[in-house]
């Protein structure tokens, strides 16, 4: 019989990196896909009202967000305490409204112009009068879709 000899002399091959570089690659191309970044930054409080019965908006690209509420701490020395709207990053006024949404229509292809859907926003404690008065600037502009954005209230 043949006399099996262990060698502690060996040593483990060493682990190829060569794939590594791919490897990094396609993590930075997935997550390049799939990370959406936001559009928006908030300066306005924005407590939504809850709901039982929500329903998920279908294209989110053919949303235009008005966001109605109190300024935040930060944005409270300058515009006071007032509720304001804010549409996309700044600032507006009922006025500047219809331009708003002219713009958001010229942005869209134009079978989409007359889908699109305003999502409003609102703090739970603006009054109505503000809605009211947005709606108005919505019916002069032809853009009739009106969605009222809430929370899921939590089942029980």
Do not use: C, H
């Amino acid at each position: 019989m043949a006399k099996f000899k262990k060698d502690g002399k060996k040593e483990t091959p060493a682990i190829s990196t060569a794939s590594l570089p791919d490897i990094v690659f396609m993590l930075l191309f997935f997550f390049m896909v799939s990370t959406t970044m936001r559009e928006v930054s908030l300066m306005v409080a924005n407590a939504m009202p809850q709901a039982n019965e929500t329903v998920k908006l279908e294209k989110k690209s053919l949303v235009s967000n008005i966001y109605v509420g109190k300024p935040t701490d930060s944005y409270q020395g300058a515009y006071g305490t007032e509720p304001r709207i804010q549409l996309n990053d700044k600032f507006a006024t009922v006025g500047e409204l219809q331009a708003f949404i002219v713009s958001e229509r010229d942005a869209r292809k134009e079978e989409d112009r007359n889908s699109i859907t305003n999502n409003l926003k609102i703090d739970r404690n603006v009054t109505m009068g503000i809605i009211t008065d947005i709606k108005q600037e919505l019916r002069k502009a032809n853009s009739l879709r009106v969605n009222y954005g809430s929370t899921k209230r939590p089942t029980k």
